[in-house]
C-alpha cells in the first residue's frame, strides 16, 4: 500500500488545521474545569468564536448544506480529513459541532478521560450507529453471511421499544445476528452465562423505558472489559445531570435526545457519546481509538442519518437549563410516584426512587443530581421524571383512566417540559407483540407516565380524578 500523496499547498492547510485543532483542545480543557451547569450554558463557544460570528452570543444556526473552500488544497484536505472542516452537512456542520462538544463535555463530567460525541438524526439513529460497527464480519465466515461465527449481542429485554424491534427484527431476522435477551438486568451472572467466543457487544438501557429498571454499570462494565467487549448504555431517561456512565466504567453512552435533553419537544435527534480507546473484538485501530469520530468521519457519513443543524440549535437551548429542570420535575415526581404508590385503584407504582422498587438500592448508588451538594450542602439523589404504574381492574380499567385525563397529554412521548401519558402496550410496544412484551414485562394495564414542570399539585389533581371512578 502506498500512502497518499496530497498537492504540494495542502500542507498550509494541514498546519492550520493543527492551530484550530489545538485552540479547541485548549478551550476543551478550560471548560473542563468548569461546573456543570456553565458547560450546560456555553459549551466550547466563547467569545473569539463570537467575534468570529458577528458578535452573536448564541452559537449560530448554520443552515448551510455546504462549506465554500478558499482553493484546491483547501478542499483536499477538507476532503481527506486532514483538517478540522465540515464540507457537507450530511458529514459535519458547525452548529452540530457545538451540540456534540457540549454533549461530550457533560457526559465525560467527573470522568478523567478524553470523551467524543456525534450526533445522529434520532435515538433509533443513535442506536443503530453505536452498535451496527461491530457486527462487521470479522474475516472468519464466508464472505456474505456469518457462517460458523454468527455473531452475538448481549441485550437487556427491559428496553424501548424501538430498540427491541431494532435487534430483534433488523439484526435478528433480517441479519441472522443472534440476540441474546438478559430478563433481569440486575443479574450479573445473567448476562456472564451469555457471552461466548462470538458476542460483539453487551448493551443495556439505565433506567429502562417503561420499567424503570436499573442494573450494576460498574460490575457489566467489568465483566465485558474481562472479555475485550465494549459495554454500551442508553440513559436517555436519566441524561447527563442525574447519571454519567462513563465515570462508571462504559465504553459507550447513546442518547434519544429528543427525550429530556430536549424537553421543549420540537426536535428529534440522538448522539453518541464515547470514551477514547475502549475494547472491541472487531475492527479498525481507529474504531477503538475514538469510536465517536470514526463513527462520524465513516459509517454514519455512509449511512446517512445525520442530525439537521436546525434541531442541533433546538437540543442546544433545551440543554443549557438541563440540570434545574431535571432537578425541579424529580422532586415532583418523588410526590407523584408516593401519591400512585398508595392510591387504592393502583397495582403497582414503579419509580427509580420508591423503596419498594426492585433495584433501588442500585438506582440509590448511580442516580445522583450533578453538583447537588452546591444546592442543598450535601449530594442529593434524584431519579428523573418518567415512571410507571398499573391499573386495579385490568387493560380497559387502565384505558378507562387513562382516557380521562384532563391535563396530562396523551402521547408516545416522555422526557417532556408537559406531563404527558401513553399506554406502552397498544403504542411504543405494540410492535413487538404479546410474547415480547411478557419478555420486556409490558403488561396491556401499564400507564406510562412523564411528569412536567408544572406544579405537583396541579398533576396529581388531575391523576386524583382520572383514578377516581
Ligand atoms: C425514545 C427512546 C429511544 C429512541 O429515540 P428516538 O429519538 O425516538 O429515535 C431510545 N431509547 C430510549 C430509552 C427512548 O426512550
Redesign the pocket.
Known amino acids: 500500500m502506498t500512502s497518499p500523496t496530497y498537492a504540494p499547498g495542502v500542507e498550509a492547510y494541514m498546519r492550520r488545521g493543527e492551530q484550530m485543532t489545538a485552540a479547541e483542545a485548549a478551550q476543551r480543557a478550560t471548560m473542563r474545569a468548569k461546573k456543570f451547569d456553565t458547560i450546560a450554558v456555553h459549551g466550547l463557544y466563547n467569545m473569539e468564536a463570537a467575534l468570529a460570528n458577528q458578535g452573536s452570543i448564541i452559537e449560530p444556526g448554520y443552515l448551510s448544506t455546504s462549506q465554500h473552500f478558499e482553493n484546491s488544497d483547501h478542499m483536499e484536505a477538507a476532503l481527506a480529513y486532514l483538517m478540522p472542516s465540515w464540507t457537507y452537512a450530511r458529514i459535519a456542520n458547525p452548529t452540530q459541532h457545538y451540540l456534540e462538544e457540549t454533549l461530550a463535555l457533560l457526559e465525560g463530567y467527573g470522568y478523567a478521560g478524553e470523551v467524543s460525541a456525534t450526533v445522529a438524526?434520532?435515538?433509533?439513529?443513535?442506536?443503530f450507529m453505536a452498535t451496527n460497527p461491530f457486527l462487521m464480519n470479522d474475516g472468519t465466515a464466508g464472505s456474505n453471511d456469518h457462517g460458523p461465527s454468527r455473531p452475538n449481542i448481549v441485550v437487556s429485554a427491559k428496553?424501548?421499544g424501538?430498540?427491541f424491534m431494532l435487534f430483534s427484527q433488523r439484526y435478528a431476522v433480517e441479519r441472522g445476528i443472534e440476540v441474546r435477551w438478559v430478563r433481569d438486568p440486575l443479574d450479573v451472572t445473567e448476562w456472564a452465562n451469555q457471552i461466548d467466543g462470538n458476542t460483539r457487544l453487551l448493551f443495556g438501557?439505565m433506567p429502562?423505558?417503561p420499567g424503570l429498571a436499573v442494573f450494576d454499570i460498574a460490575a457489566l462494565a467489568e465483566l465485558a472489559h474481562g472479555h475485550g467487549l465494549p459495554l454500551i448504555v442508553?440513559?436517555?431517561?436519566a441524561t447527563p445531570a442525574l447519571l454519567r456512565p462513563l465515570e462508571h466504567g462504559a465504553d459507550i453512552v447513546?442518547?434519544?435526545?429528543?427525550?429530556t435533553m430536549g424537553s421543549s419537544g420540537m426536535a428529534?435527534?440522538?448522539a453518541i457519546i464515547a470514551r477514547h480507546n475502549l475494547p472491541s473484538r472487531v475492527g479498525p485501530d481507529e474504531l477503538r481509538a475514538n469510536f465517536a469520530l470514526y463513527v462520524k468521519l465513516l459509517p454514519l457519513r455512509d449511512h446517512g442519518p445525520g442530525l439537521s443543524p436546525f434541531s442541533s440549535l433546538m437540543i442546544l437551548n433545551d440543554l443549557r437549563t438541563l440540570r434545574s429542570k431535571i432537578d425541579h420535575m424529580s422532586r415532583s415526581s418523588e410526590q407523584v410516584a408516593a401519591f400512585l404508590a398508595q392510591h387504592p385503584n393502583v397495582e403497582a407504582a414503579h419509580y427509580p426512587g420508591l423503596p419498594a422498587q426492585a433495584g433501588h438500592a442500585v438506582a440509590q448508588r448511580y442516580l445522583w443530581l450533578a453538583d447537588g451538594a452546591d444546592d442543598y450542602g450535601k449530594p442529593v439523589n434524584r431519579y428523573g421524571h418518567l415512571m410507571a404504574f398499573t391499573v386495579k381492574g385490568g387493560n380497559l380499567a387502565a384505558r378507562r383512566v387513562f382516557d380521562r385525563f384532563q391535563m396530562i397529554w396523551r402521547a408516545t412521548d416522555?422526557?417532556r417540559i408537559k406531563s404527558v401519558a401513553t399506554i406502552p402496550a397498544i403504542s411504543?410496544h405494540q410492535q413487538q407483540g404479546e410474547s415480547g412484551r411478557q419478555l420486556a414485562q409490558v403488561p396491556g394495564n401499564l400507564i406510562r407516565l412523564n411528569v412536567g414542570a408544572e406544579h405537583p399539585a396541579d398533576i396529581i389533581a388531575d391523576l386524583d380524578q382520572a383514578l377516581a371512578a
Not at 234 to 237: A, I
Open positions: 438524526a434520532s435515538g433509533m439513529a443513535a442506536i428496553c424501548y424501538g430498540t438501557e429502562s423505558n442508553d440513559s436517555t431517561v447513546v442518547q434519544s435526545l429528543s427525550k428529534i435527534a440522538g416522555l422526557g411504543t
